[in-house]
């Protein structure tokens, strides 16, 4: 693409001198013959015609040559990227073990997309056909359903039931909150999850927090944690109990809710009501929820490497993912997390923590100039920084990723700029793609701008069709259209596509929240759009030994910060720990405070810096959508001073 | 006394306790406790309950959880002079399906946590009508392990 540039920037001076010596020569010819205004208004003609002679003649060469010279190249570039591709699918067939038939099958339909559009602009045609092999790369994971419908479908085995009256895809936060919604508004429900993890619905964000800080050695088998006030609870919403078994569903009395674990939704007919899985299983439903979340994005570098570091690089995302890092985290020397967003900046404070008991060097490096670069005003984010690497982090800012190789048994990262890292294990916290892989069977639309599923305020895709969670990209009629990544969304939109599902016809207006900590001192929640490139107003106090996540948990009793708004009512008290001892003045100036995030001086977003349990009240805040003129007599509001 | 800077796009202002001791001048819009779109409490404006509120933890959706609507409304709408004493029937029934699930529903927590359930709904019904700003009524969450579900 840059070649093609610097070509481009050769030719057109010559273009152009050529252009005007033609020009010049038309209109003294023009002049000549009295024919100048005709001459002037058809310069770039390549016709005898018009004046010119030998000039035009050589003009016409050069435009002639130039087309073909162009025309040639992109021709070449194509096949060229065509080769690339190929070369690069293959390479990634022979690493994947599922579905290696069915992708092979992808190339060779994606071939005539991509010819026929090519154009003789040399400019432009080397960026279209790696956007055209982007397109079909992303159009690939849905091509194996073809062949697969092609196939009978095969009766459906004893175990899982042909009808759902209420089927849930995905078996994720967002999927449960629906399933509880329907179980409370529709009596004796019956609801099936479908879902291809192995285990029943947990929750995600004890995998880069609480879980790490367990002192049971024995927590990647329980998956229990305990929180800072000692009290105990497992990631999975319920256990096993609480679920019927999926054969049970029609025949259940009282109805209940039927977990189908290993199984993959492959295919939808949303004209037929139903969908086919990944053994050929058909289950008709009457309404059905699409939760299917997202998968961890991966860096173009570890992709494009080979698979000694391909073994050594974690997607963080489930489970499984938490166990295989528990056990590098134990025997490596080095980890090191590419991503300084939300899960890479608290999975590498989880690690730092270990990093002083084991002797472990972590390294967290990313394109921004502070963890949550993308999140927090400057200002905060280096603030943030300071505190991550207190937290025995070794931060590396502004570090873009150019390629990782395997050398003498360490992986190396060699940065754009050259510095070079060498590590054990790498963890990739760049983000997640959201899962529309149904999108194409079923005829729903995908958003250009968010990802995932476009859907309507009340969260409808179409007739039948709900999503949720992460996929969802809804219309919040506030804050406009989005799609959010966060645990609370998942459970307000969950919950809110169950109550639509059994016919409530709610638009999406309960604003949900998120919460992070890095670290026992550093704690916020937050709520809305609050994103780094908004203007945004800052109002601290001076923090004291009160105001920090630990002992936000010790108050409400519960770690997960979204339930401690609503637990209270029907939860049994629980004992207070002993208050916190000295009172300590922090030096930092950014102790504790409240950030308003505006866009056309309307607020919408706020963090709650180390200050808890005031989200009603911001909740408001962004629910009114007023212009404020003085944004320190709205943070008057929220009492920051106080506990 | 108050300072403010600004960091290019991003204003910063430091206040002290004294600073904020005056109430806010800031005007909110009142709540409508109507208001349809709005989160409700345990106990909607019609009266009814609420079975999907966050409160109940997963009670009304759960194995038991025909039984403890049934429980729970008969105690809701009773109007005998000690309220929901025609409702032992129910409250038996509910009780014996909790037994078969210990593991959803710890049994010394059992009758704690409904009983709960029940005078907080009795006081938050109390106080539904005069405001919600303070109510919880706001997320719905994951229920905790160890309270009924």
């Known amino acids: 693409m840059l070649r093609c540039r610097s070509v481009w920037r050769k030719l057109s001076p010559l273009a152009r001198a050529s252009s005007t010596l033609c020009r010049e020569n038309a209109r003294r010819a023009g002049l000549n013959n009295g024919r100048s205004v005709r001459v002037q208004t058809a310069h770039m003609s390549t016709g005898p015609a018009g004046g010119g002679g030998r000039q035009s003649q050589i003009y016409a060469l050069l435009v002639g040559a130039a087309a073909v010279g162009g025309g040639i190249y992109a021709y070449q570039t194509v096949k060229g990227d065509q080769q690339r591709y190929e070369e690069r699918m293959a390479h990634i067939l022979s690493r994947s073990q599922k579905a290696a038939e069915q992708e092979t099958a992808v190339p060779t339909q994606s071939e005539p997309p991509d010819v026929p559009e090519t154009e003789p602009e040399a400019a432009s045609s080397s960026e279209e056909p790696i956007s055209l092999a982007s397109d079909s790369e992303a159009a690939a994971p849905t091509e194996p359903t073809e062949p697969l419908s092609a196939v009978e479908s095969t009766p459906a085995s004893a175990k899982i039931p042909s009808h759902a009256p209420y089927l849930l895809i995905g078996g994720g936060t967002a999927s449960f909150a629906a399933a509880r919604s329907i179980r409370a508004r529709d009596p004796n429900a019956r609801v099936l999850i479908v879902t291809d993890e192995p285990d029943l619905p947990y929750m995600r964000p004890p995998l880069s927090k609480e879980l790490w800080f367990s002192d049971d050695s024995s927590v990647t088998e329980t998956l229990r944690f305990k929180q800072w006030n000692g009290k105990e609870r497992s990631i999975f919403f319920q256990p096993p109990s609480f679920y019927i078994q999926p054969e049970e569903l029609d025949s259940a009395e009282n109805g209940g809710v039927a977990v189908l674990t290993g199984k993959k939704v492959t295919h939808m007919d949303v004209r037929g009501n139903k969908v086919k899985l990944d053994d050929g299983t058909e289950i008709s439903y009457n309404k059905c929820l699409i939760a299917t979340g997202g998968v961890p994005r991966n860096l173009q570098a570890i992709e494009r490497a080979d698979e000694e570091v391909i073994k050594r690089t974690t997607l963080f995302r489930k489970i499984d993912d938490f166990k295989s890092l528990d056990n590098v985290s134990r025997n490596a020397k080095s980890i090191t997390i590419i991503g300084g967003g939300f899960m890479g900046s608290e999975l590498a404070c989880a690690l730092g923590r270990r990093s002083t008991e084991s002797g472990l060097e972590v390294v967290q490096m990313f394109p921004e100039k502070g963890n949550m670069g993308k999140v927090l005003p400057e200002y905060l984010s280096n603030w943030t920084t300071e505190k991550v690497k207190r937290e025995g982090v070794k931060v590396i800012k502004e570090a873009l990723v150019k390629s990782v190789t395997f050398k003498d048994d360490k992986l190396e990262i060699q940065l754009k700029d050259g510095r070079l890292v060498e590590t054990d294990h790498i963890v990739a916290a760049v983000g997640l793609e959201p899962n529309v892989d149904l999108a194409k069977s079923a005829g729903l639309e995908v958003d250009s701008d968010f990802g995932g599923f476009r859907v309507n305020a009340e969260l409808q895709a179409r007739s039948n069709i709900w999503v949720a969670g992460d996929a969802a990209c809804f219309y919040d009629i506030r804050l406009g259209r989005r799609r959010v990544e966060h645990h609370d969304h998942a459970v307000v939109s969950g919950r809110l596509a169950g109550e639509n599902m059994t016919g409530a016809n709610k638009p999406y207006w309960h604003q949900s929240m998120f919460w992070s900590d890095l670290g026992p001192d550093v704690g916020y929640e937050a709520i809305g759009i609050v994103d780094s490139s908004l203007p945004t107003v800052g109002v601290f106090a001076k923090a004291t030994a009160k105001d920090t996540p630990k002992a936000a948990t010790e108050k409400s009793g519960t770690g997960i910060r979204s339930e401690s708004e609503t637990e209270d009512t029907a939860v049994s008290p629980v004992a207070s720990t002993a208050p916190a001892t000295a009172v300590e003045q922090h030096r930092d100036n950014y102790g504790k405070g409240v950030i308003f995030y505006l866009r056309d001086k309307v607020v919408v977003g706020i963090i709650l810096w180390n200050v808890f349990n005031r989200m009603p009240i911001a909740r408001k805040i962004i629910k009114d959508g007023e212009e404020h003129a003085d944004l320190n007599e709205v943070a008057k509001l929220f009492n920051i001073h106080e506990d | ?149």
Not at chain 2, 12 to 24: G, L, M, N, Q, R
Not at chain 2, 107 to 126: H, L, N, R, V
Request: glycine residues 6%; negative net charge.
């Open chain 2, 1 to 149: 006394m108050s300072y403010c800077k600004q960091e290019g796009k991003d204003r910063i202002i430091f206040v002290t306790k004294e600073d904020h001791e005056a109430p806010s001048n800031a005007e909110l819009i009142a709540d409508d406790p109507e208001d349809p779109y709005e989160e409700q409490g345990l106990i909607l404006p019609n009266g009814d309950i609420n079975w999907n509120c966050p409160c109940l933890g997963g009670m009304a959706s759960g194995p038991c959880g025909s039984q403890f609507k049934e429980a729970f409304s008969c105690f809701h709408y009773s109007k005998e002079e000690v309220k929901g004493s025609e409702c032992i029937d129910n409250f038996r029934n509910m009780q014996e399906c909790m037994q078969k699930y210990p593991e959803l529903y710890p049994q010394e927590e059992d009758k704690e946590s409904s009983s709960q359930a029940e005078s907080d709904s009795a006081s938050s019904s109390a106080l539904s009508p005069e405001n919600d700003a303070t109510q919880s009524t706001s997320n719905p969450s994951p229920t905790d392990g160890k309270t009924a579900s």
